[in-house]
C-alpha cells in the first residue's frame, strides 16, 4: 500500500473531511500500517497461511512487511493477534504468531505471546459495517500479567512492571476495519501500554466506506 494515506490507520485518505475509521480506536494505538491489499494475489497466499497447514508461508508473507518498520525509540516487542484457544487447538498454530516470528528474526525484537489472550471467539466478521464490528469484538481480549521470557536468553521479566515503557506491535494477518487491532490495544492501554502499533500483511478494502 502506498500514501497518500492517513496518518494513523493507513487507510487511503478520504476525499474530503479527517479520517472516520480511526477516530474511536484507543489512544495508545498510534499507527497502523498493512503491507499490500487484499487482492486476487494476496488472498491465496492469507488462506494458506490460515487454513493450508502451512504456517512456513510466513516469511514470504512477512517479507513485504519490513518496510513497515520497527523503529521506535526504546525497547520493543511484537505481540501477536491470539485466537481463542478452542480455535487454536483446531487449526493447530496461530497464523498471526507465524508472522510475528518470522517478523522478529528479521527485527530482531521478542514475541510476547503469553500476554494477550483472546477471551471468546469472535463470530466471522466478513459481512460486517465497522460500528458492528467494534461491538462484535468488545471485550475479546484480556492481558495476562505473564512474566516473559525475553529473546536475548533466560532472563525472565515481569511484563505487568515494564508494559509501559516497551513500544508493542501488534500483528494480524488481515485487516478490514481495525476492530480487532483496536479492541486489542484497548486491552494493552488498559493494563498499561502507551504505545501500540499495528501490522498487518494484508488490507480489505471496506465497500462504501469512506
Ligand atoms: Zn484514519
Same mark, same amino acid.
Given at each position: 500500500?502506498?500514501?497518500?494515506?492517513?496518518?494513523?490507520?493507513?487507510?487511503?485518505?478520504?476525499?474530503?473531511? #479527517?479520517?472516520?475509521?480511526?477516530? *474511536?480506536?484507543?489512544?495508545?494505538?498510534?499507527?497502523?500500517?498493512?503491507?499490500?491489499?487484499?487482492? *486476487?494475489?494476496?488472498?491465496?497466499?492469507?488462506? #494458506?497461511?490460515?487454513?493450508?497447514?502451512?504456517?512456513?508461508?510466513?516469511?514470504?508473507? $512477512? $517479507?513485504?512487511? /519490513? +518496510? @513497515?518498520?520497527?523503529?521506535?525509540?526504546?525497547?520493543?516487542?511484537?505481540? +501477536?493477534?491470539?485466537? #481463542? #484457544?478452542?480455535? /487454536?487447538?483446531?487449526?493447530?498454530?496461530?497464523?498471526?504468531?507465524? /508472522?510475528?516470528?518470522? @517478523?522478529?528474526?528479521?527485527?530482531?525484537?521478542?514475541?510476547?505471546?503469553?500476554?494477550?489472550?483472546?477471551?471468546?471467539?469472535?463470530?466471522?466478521?466478513?459481512?460486517?459495517?465497522?460500528?458492528?464490528?467494534?461491538?462484535?469484538? $468488545?471485550?475479546?481480549?484480556?492481558?495476562?500479567?505473564?512474566?516473559?521470557?525475553?529473546?536475548?536468553?533466560?532472563?525472565? &521479566?515481569?511484563?505487568?512492571?515494564? &508494559?509501559?515503557?516497551?513500544?508493542?506491535?501488534?500483528? *494480524? *494477518?488481515?485487516?478490514?476495519?481495525?476492530?480487532? @487491532?483496536?479492541?486489542?490495544?484497548?486491552? @494493552?492501554?488498559?493494563?498499561?501500554?502507551?504505545?501500540?502499533?499495528?501490522?498487518?500483511?494484508?488490507?480489505?478494502? &471496506?465497500?462504501?466506506?469512506?
Amino acid at each position: 500500500m502506498r500514501p497518500p494515506w492517513c496518518e494513523r490507520c493507513g487507510q487511503p485518505e478520504p476525499h474530503f473531511g #479527517a479520517c472516520r475509521l480511526c477516530t *474511536d480506536w484507543p489512544e495508545a494505538l498510534t499507527a497502523v500500517r498493512s503491507a499490500v491489499w487484499l487482492d *486476487d494475489a494476496a488472498r491465496p497466499a492469507v488462506h #494458506a497461511l490460515k487454513y493450508g497447514g502451512l504456517p512456513r508461508i510466513a516469511d514470504d508473507l $512477512a $517479507a513485504p512487511m /519490513l +518496510p @513497515l518498520g520497527s523503529s521506535t525509540d526504546g525497547p520493543s516487542a511484537l505481540i +501477536p493477534i491470539p485466537l #481463542a #484457544a478452542k480455535r /487454536l487447538r483446531q487449526r493447530g498454530y496461530n497464523q498471526s504468531e507465524m /508472522l510475528a516470528r518470522a @517478523l522478529a528474526r528479521q527485527w530482531r525484537i521478542p514475541v510476547l505471546v503469553d500476554v494477550l489472550v483472546r477471551t471468546r471467539e469472535t463470530p466471522t466478521q466478513t459481512a460486517l459495517t465497522p460500528e458492528t464490528r467494534l461491538a462484535n469484538v $468488545a471485550g475479546a481480549f484480556e492481558v495476562r500479567n505473564a512474566k516473559c521470557e525475553m529473546r536475548n536468553g533466560t532472563e525472565r &521479566i515481569n511484563f505487568a512492571f515494564h &508494559i509501559s515503557s516497551f513500544a508493542l506491535i501488534l500483528v *494480524d *494477518d488481515v485487516f478490514t476495519t481495525g476492530a480487532t @487491532l483496536a479492541e486489542a490495544a484497548r486491552a @494493552l492501554a488498559q493494563a498499561g501500554a502507551t504505545r501500540v502499533v499495528g501490522v498487518t500483511f494484508a488490507r480489505a478494502a &471496506i465497500p462504501d466506506f469512506t
